[in-house]
């Protein structure tokens, strides 16, 4: 299958549900498509991540031995509608424990960067609210960036950080 061209054009929903039907049924498919994600140019990059959220999303663990290639692969993204659609992916996996330093660490410098939209920002709030619940020790520096930068930040953004800081405040 000639996902390169498939994804050439932004496939409409059926399509893009017909594509991620297709990388349920072979894991060299879901191979390809993060081959496209990691290594092509917009749009052709997001679009592939877009298809593999989606992927792992109806076929929960689909990814899951991807895990740490896509971390490691974080830092060189370009695209933010790439890395947008990683990061949620990478939010419903538990992490293996030699890759979340580097991940919490990414997340952070997220948060901080006037550089990322609020999608990938909240994303990277979800990574790190899960890393709280194995490593409490985080919960006071992320609740202080949270709070620092709901000044500088969306709306949205402000919402998501009030609701995992009271989710914080139960643990």
């Not at 947008?84 to 660490?105: M, N, V, Y």
């Not at 952070?108 to 790190?128: D, G, N, R, T, W």
């Not at 402000?158 to 405040?169: F, H, S, V």
Request: charged residues 25%; proline residues 4%; neutral net charge.
């Amino acid at each position: 299958m000639d996902f390169r061209s498939l994804l050439a054009d932004f496939p409409s929903g059926v399509e893009k549900d017909l594509l991620i039907g297709e990388v349920i049924k072979s894991e060299s498919h879901f191979n390809t498509l993060l081959q496209l994600a990691l290594h092509e140019k917009e749009p052709v990059a997001w679009r592939a991540s877009w298809i593999l959220d989606g992927s792992d999303e109806k076929k929960s663990g689909l990814a899951r031995k991807y895990i740490p290639k896509i971390v490691r692969a974080l830092p060189g993204l370009e695209s933010k509608g790439t890395l947008r659609s990683l990061l949620r992916l990478l939010a419903r996996h538990d992490i293996p424990e030699e890759e979340q330093g580097l991940l919490i660490d990414l997340c952070f410098s997220y948060l901080v960067s006037e550089f990322y939209p609020v999608a990938v920002k909240a994303h990277a709030m979800q990574i790190i609210y899960n890393h709280v619940l194995l490593y409490p020790e985080l919960k006071g520096e992320f609740i202080t960036v949270i709070e620092d930068q709901a000044k500088n930040n969306s709306v949205g953004f402000k919402a998501r950080g009030n609701i995992l800081i009271k989710q914080m405040e139960k643990l």
